[in-house]
């Protein structure tokens, strides 16, 4: 069902894909939007347990998006390397393929957005803090991925 990558020497091992994944902070989430269009939003993730969670308000565009269309894609770059005394840069890269889903039970979204916040915030603290704040007014997003492929680029 998923395309193989045309480029196979520049593949990278699915270990290093989920290092991407586990170690930046974020990506551009790609969702259908109105009317059919794409609809691409950056967003700040963590990767846990082979699915990728977000955090977000509970109404919108991203929203309407996931209610209509389950399928999505998510795609993540490391901050590369420069070649030294040149322009371009090699970096890796990450494109995850599933189906979102809001997660719906309490205890699971404390869950999520403790690891959430606990990766973003200085604090567990701050991170206990905020989830006790806004744990009402936030929806938490999981992507069960189907298909995942990474790459190495080099822009010269």
């Known amino acids: 069902m998923f395309r193989k990558m045309r480029r196979i020497g520049q593949e990278i091992p699915k270990e290093e894909c989920e290092e991407i994944l586990t170690n930046e902070p ?4 790609a969702l259908l939007g109105d009317d059919d269009y ?3 939003i950056p967003m700040s993730h963590v990767y846990v347990d082979g699915k990728i969670y977000f955090h977000g308000a509970q109404e919108g565009h ?4 996931v209610k209509r269309h389950q399928k999505v894609s998510y795609c993540v770059m490391d901050k590369g390397v420069k070649a030294e005394d040149s322009w371009w840069y090699t ?3 990450v494109i995850a393929f599933g189906r979102i889903k809001t997660l719906t039970d309490r205890d ?3 869950e999520k957005l403790t690891h959430l916040g606990d990766k973003f ?3 567990h603290e701050e991170t206990v803090d905020e989830i006790n704040r806004l744990l009402d007014r936030t929806e938490v997003f999981e ?3 189907e298909h995942m ?3 190495i680029v080099k822009e010269k």
């Open 149 to 151: 492929s990474g790459k």
């Open 26 to 29: 974020r990506g551009v989430l």
């Open 143 to 145: 992507i069960t991925i």
């Open 108 to 110: 699971e979204k404390i």
């Open 121 to 123: 915030f200085p604090t």
């Open 62 to 65: 991203k929203n309407d998006a």
């Open 38 to 40: 794409p609809y691409a």
């Open 91 to 93: 970096f890796k890269s």
